[in-house]
């Protein structure tokens, strides 16, 4: 069993630790009771979001063989839980996508990610943390920002008058041969070329 250090103010654990005799147990049984409910509630969400995907309750499925990519947006909600609903289902979608092999991202996704959950998050991670959850998707198949794909990322632009950076995504989508790009920030539903947009985080309220 591994020992925890906490950093708590002395009035408050006093008054814990009299809820405690007042309960008949002790502050470190309260303390450990209300970490395995933390865990068990992510848990049941997981499930949850899992039983939802599945069931079409987003308004999607992506549990299929289709090859999908994952906008920033579903990465940084899978690690960033101050939304709990919208967590759960990132989380879902990462486990799957990394279990499956079928899910791609780009060197843009990653950079972005690494901005978004160092600097404007909740809770900001360390860049030593970023580098360990850069490293957690290694089995995600990445696509390199290149100058044939900013290329094709101009004539996306063009033809379907998105910003150049919705663009490059398109086109890396494209590139990885994904025929489903999961992200809350294009139409849900809405075909671009071989590539349709679906919002995971539709529906199931």
């Known amino acids: 069993m591994a020992n925890l250090t906490l950093s708590i103010d002395d009035d408050l654990v006093r008054k814990v630790r009299k809820i405690a005799l007042d309960h008949d147990t002790t502050l470190t049984a309260m303390v450990r009771e209300y970490l395995e409910s933390v865990a068990q509630a992510e848990a049941v969400e997981r499930l949850a979001a899992v039983a939802r995907l ?31 609903r919208k967590h759960g289902i990132a989380r879902a979608v990462l486990e799957s996508a990394v ?31 970023a580098i360990l959850m850069v490293g957690d998707l290694d089995a ?14 101009l004539l996306i632009q063009q033809a379907e008058q998105t910003s150049y950076w919705d663009a490059l995504i398109l086109a890396a989508a494209t590139r990885a041969r994904c025929t489903v790009l999961l992200s809350e920030d294009f139409g849900h539903g809405r075909r671009y070329g071989s590539v349709e947009a679906r919002n995971p985080f539709i529906g199931g309220e």
Do not use: C, W
């Open 54 to 84: 599945r069931e079409g309750g987003t308004g999607m499925s992506f549990m299929t063989a289709e090859r999908v990519f994952l906008d920033t947006n579903v990465l940084v909600y899978s690690y960033d839980a101050s939304e709990p």
């Open 99 to 129: 279990e499956t092999g079928n899910a791609a991202i780009s060197g843009q996704v990653l950079g972005e990610f690494v901005n978004v959950v160092t600097h404007r998050i909740a809770q900001p991670r360390t860049l030593a943390q």
């Open 140 to 153: 995600l198949n990445v696509v390199a920002v290149d100058r044939s794909l900013v290329k094709q990322a």
